[in-house]
């Protein structure tokens, strides 16, 4: 009888530690492939002429596959490198090696969603697709609350939750494979040219200057946790906005999935229960709840998170000037606070949690320019872009979301007296602007 082969399908759970579809597929297997796409698709102009993604999210991509794809072998496990359109390389790869089983983390979001039934469409008959959650810290199965019955208030979601739920233990790594599942050809991982993008150095006073993959995740966790004990103060600093210690930076491995929201929560415990139990500490935790806030909501509302209304389908006058967007863009509205956030972004992938905040509700509530724009942008530029986190606050901060005070906006001045009173931040970042076009 021929041994089943399975193929593990990364998506944004680019990591080997903690990782259920590896960990489902090792039990069940002992030939296994992995998979991982560069889809051309998420390397071109969207509708609003910006690159789906951008160099500095590509690059920090590129240093996670080269991690996982050296973790993968550790366990003698090849991961296949594609840059194939949508599913196309995927399908071939499963003829091509006979494979009965994917596993892959279910995602529920509307290009993603496009691709996983493109994929069933065309799959054979007889195979198995088994997808799970697994970006959560509180898992779908766990919560007890139908999607429907999400709360539209943040503090009503963390209230029901946090103390009631206990976050599962992390999935152990597999076993190590034989040599022989090895496979013979070898895969090149595509460099930023490839890709049809600029290669740049990082900047020198970049706020986020790390390396992609789960092996500088780690590093980091070990450094804001347990080296400098970092965390043990970051309620205090987290609104800060100069150098890579104001907040953990953890957002960007995150993203990508390289590593979990589970493997953070479990290392604040250790934290709280060997060095210190504090508002910080459970304020990263907070953070995280928020995190997966987002994502409940977006599993509730769908596609509304980004539509025009938003949530509640909203009638706004939104406008689009190409003017005033480029002059957001580039940093050079009459909002010195405004851009020198724009700038950093611009040059480093990177904003301040403050500074989004900030820059979003300007650009939607000052200026009037339709979100989507600058929902969009970020998606391009961010280095730690997540669909349901980038698309929640968007709309929370435009008054078409989940802010129970929808009219709201941010005063950039008194914000920047406030969080930048020596204006070290804004001198640094308008001393460096250079212009863009859309």
Same mark, same amino acid.
Request: glycine fraction near 4%.
């Given at each position: 009888?021929?041994?089943?082969?399975?193929?593990?399908?990364?998506?944004?759970?680019?990591? =080997?530690?903690?990782?259920?579809?590896?960990?489902?597929?090792?039990?069940?297997?002992?030939?296994?492939?992995?998979?991982?796409?560069? $889809?051309?698709?998420?390397?071109?102009?969207?509708?609003?002429?910006?690159?789906?993604?951008?160099?500095?999210?590509?690059?920090?991509?590129?240093? /996670?596959?080269?991690?996982?794809?050296?973790?993968?072998?550790? #366990?003698?496990?090849?991961?296949?490198?594609?840059?194939?359109?949508?599913?196309?390389?995927?399908?071939? =790869?499963?003829?091509?090696?006979?494979?009965? &089983?994917?596993?892959?983390?279910?995602?529920?979001?509307?290009?993603?969603?496009?691709?996983?039934?493109?994929?069933?469409?065309?799959?054979? %008959?007889?195979?198995?697709?088994?997808?799970?959650?697994?970006q959560f810290l509180f898992h779908p199965d766990e919560i007890m609350i139908e999607p429907i019955n999400i709360p539209e208030v943040f503090s009503s979601f963390r209230k029901k939750i946090e103390k009631r739920i206990t976050v599962r233990e992390c999935c152990p790594v597999p076993i190590k494979l034989d040599k022989s599942n090895l496979l013979e050809e070898t895969f090149p991982i595509p460099k930023l040219e490839d890709l049809n993008l600029d290669p740049f150095k990082?900047?020198?006073?970049?706020?986020?200057?790390?390396?992609?993959?789960?092996?500088?995740?780690?590093?980091?966790?070990?450094?804001?946790?347990?080296?400098?004990?970092? #965390?043990?103060?970051? %309620?205090?600093?987290?609104?800060?906005?100069? %150098?890579? $210690?104001?907040?953990?930076?953890?957002?960007?491995?995150? *993203?990508?999935?390289?590593?979990? *929201?589970?493997?953070?929560?479990?290392?604040?415990?250790?934290?709280?229960?060997?060095?210190?139990?504090?508002?910080?500490?459970?304020?990263?935790?907070?953070? #995280?709840?928020?995190?997966?806030?987002?994502?409940?909501?977006?599993?509730?509302?769908?596609?509304?998170?980004?539509?025009?209304?938003?949530?509640?389908?909203?009638?706004?006058?939104?406008?689009?000037?190409?003017?005033?967007?480029?002059?957001?863009?580039?940093?050079?509205?009459?909002?010195?606070?405004?851009?020198?956030?724009?700038?950093?972004? %611009?040059?480093?992938?990177?904003?301040?949690?403050?500074?989004?905040?900030?820059?979003?509700?300007?650009?939607?509530?000052?200026?009037?320019?339709?979100?989507?724009?600058?929902?969009?942008?970020?998606?391009?530029?961010?280095?730690?872009?997540?669909?349901?986190?980038?698309?929640?606050?968007?709309?929370?901060?435009?008054?078409?979301?989940?802010?129970?005070?929808? &009219?709201?906006?941010?005063?950039?001045?008194?914000?920047?007296?406030?969080?930048?009173?020596?204006? /070290?931040?804004?001198?640094?970042?308008?001393?460096?602007?250079?212009?863009?076009? #859309?």
């Amino acid at each position: 009888m021929q041994e089943q082969k399975a193929i593990i399908w990364f998506r944004n759970n680019l990591r =080997v530690l903690d990782n259920k579809s590896l960990h489902q597929a090792s039990i069940s297997h002992k030939k296994i492939i992995a998979y991982y796409n560069f $889809d051309t698709n998420y390397y071109k102009k969207d509708k609003w002429g910006f690159k789906k993604t951008e160099k500095f999210r590509a690059q920090f991509l590129i240093e /996670t596959i080269e991690d996982l794809k050296n973790s993968l072998a550790e #366990l003698n496990i090849s991961l296949i490198i594609d840059n194939s359109p949508s599913i196309s390389g995927l399908i071939n =790869v499963i003829k091509n090696h006979e494979i009965n &089983d994917i596993y892959c983390q279910k995602e529920w979001t509307i290009e993603e969603e496009k691709i996983e039934k493109d994929l069933i469409e065309k799959l054979p %008959k007889g195979f198995n697709l088994n997808s799970e959650y697994d970006q959560f810290l509180f898992h779908p199965d766990e919560i007890m609350i139908e999607p429907i019955n999400i709360p539209e208030v943040f503090s009503s979601f963390r209230k029901k939750i946090e103390k009631r739920i206990t976050v599962r233990e992390c999935c152990p790594v597999p076993i190590k494979l034989d040599k022989s599942n090895l496979l013979e050809e070898t895969f090149p991982i595509p460099k930023l040219e490839d890709l049809n993008l600029d290669p740049f150095k990082v900047d020198i006073n970049s706020a986020f200057p790390f390396q992609g993959g789960t092996k500088s995740g780690l590093d980091r966790i070990n450094f804001y946790f347990w080296k400098s004990k970092k #965390l043990g103060f970051y %309620k205090k600093t987290r609104n800060g906005l100069l %150098k890579t $210690d104001y907040s953990s930076k953890l957002s960007s491995w995150l *993203a990508n999935g390289s590593i979990s *929201a589970r493997q953070i929560y479990w290392e604040v415990k250790k934290f709280e229960d060997e060095i210190l139990k504090n508002q910080s500490t459970y304020w990263l935790i907070f953070e #995280l709840i928020w995190r997966d806030y987002f994502k409940y909501i977006s599993i509730k509302h769908g596609n509304k998170i980004f539509r025009l209304g938003g949530i509640y389908s909203k009638s706004k006058v939104w406008k689009i000037d190409i003017d005033t967007i480029n002059s957001w863009i580039n940093g050079t509205t009459k909002e010195s606070f405004i851009n020198a956030n724009m700038i950093e972004l %611009k040059k480093t992938g990177w904003m301040s949690n403050r500074g989004r905040q900030n820059v979003a509700s300007y650009l939607t509530k000052d200026l009037l320019i339709d979100w989507r724009v600058g929902a969009s942008y970020f998606e391009s530029m961010l280095i730690d872009y997540d669909v349901h986190s980038n698309y929640g606050n968007w709309i929370y901060n435009s008054g078409i979301g989940n802010d129970p005070m929808p &009219d709201r906006k941010f005063n950039p001045k008194f914000q920047a007296d406030r969080y930048d009173p020596n204006n /070290t931040f804004q001198k640094l970042w308008l001393n460096k602007q250079y212009e863009i076009d #859309l």
